[in-house]
C-alpha cells in the first residue's frame, strides 16, 4: 500500500489535530478536578 505524500501530510495535520484536542482537554479535566 503506498501513501502519496500529500495524503500523509493530511494524515498528519489530522492526528496533531486529534493529539492537541486530547491534551487540551486533559488539562482541562485536570485543572477542574
Known amino acids: 500500500m503506498k501513501i502519496s ?3 500523509f ?3 498528519a495535520v ?3 489535530l486529534v493529539w492537541a484536542v486530547l491534551v487540551v ?3 482541562h479535566f485536570v ?3
Open 5 to 7: 505524500r500529500r495524503t
Open 9 to 11: 501530510r493530511i494524515l
Open 14 to 16: 489530522v492526528w496533531g
Open 25 to 27: 482537554g486533559a488539562v
Open 31 to 33: 485543572k477542574h478536578a
